[in-house]
Each structure stands twice: as C-alpha cells, then as structure tokens.
C-alpha cells in the first residue's frame, strides 16, 4: 500500500557505481550490485560507505512495453563527495539538484519493483505531481545495508513538479 510521500528540496549531489542496461530485467540490476559489492572499497572520496543509491536513467534507451521488465540504465553507486579518479568500468553522475515526493518502502526486495508500478501506475495519476520533464531519472537510497532480503528499507526519490 502507498502511503502519501514526504516532499523535499534535495541540493545536487553526485554518485560513483556500477552501470547495467536492464535488458535481462531484475537480474541485470542484480550484477550491478554484485559488482559493486565487490568493488566498493574502490570509490574514492564516498561520503558514507553504508548508504547506497540504486539510480534509474530513463533519458536514454527507455523502452516500455505493458507486461515487461521496463529497460533503461541502473547504476548501483555510493554518494562521493567529487567525479575525480572514476575507477575503471565504473560511471560517475552528478544529480542535479531537485523537488522530490520521497516514499519509503520497507518490505521484501523481491517485490519492490511492484512498489514503483504502484507509484507510477496509481499514486501518480491521482496526485497532483508530474513527474519533472526535465529530470528523466529517479532514484532510490537504501540507508542501511541490506542484511535480510525478505525485510528492507529503501527511500524511493522521484523529482516532480506539479500538473
């Protein structure tokens, strides 16, 4: 169930991660974790190591199709305090500053992909938000490690502007 978000004003920040194509779906998303997992202490200058960001790029190469996985680049990443020295096969972003409605999930990983369906496809068409046209991304920020599949924490952040 969606409960209604907070709104913020978040100042631009900038992450350093793992990018994949989701064009396998969920588990495309998975190696970037993975990887990132085991290549974590390689970022430089990140902010707080125990903070993720699961970042979702639709301003390139988004294809939606009703019934499937949508496509698009995830980049699994920790906030950094500068884009200098990016380690090999790892992207840099800068995230523009924005106003974002915030949601916070906590449940099984498994199914937080249905939690966004839920964002996009009911919350959204009854709010009185947009998402940002000028922002094609949204991200999510897990606070904690993830230590228990079944019960997570995760902060889902979409820049919008109203209708």
Known sequence: MITEPI??????FRIIGIERYTENGISSIREAWDELGARTNQIPNAVTPEISIGFEDYSRDLVMKPGEFPKYYYLASREVTDLTNIPSEMKGREVPEAHY???????????????FAQIYGEWMPKSNCKMDPKLSFDFERYPLPITDPSNILVEIHIPIVAK
Do not use: E, M, W
């Open 101 to 115: 409605a915030i949601f916070t999930y906590r449940g099984a990983l498994n199914v937080l992909a249905d939690f």
């Open 7 to 12: 709104f913020a004003t978040k100042p631009s």
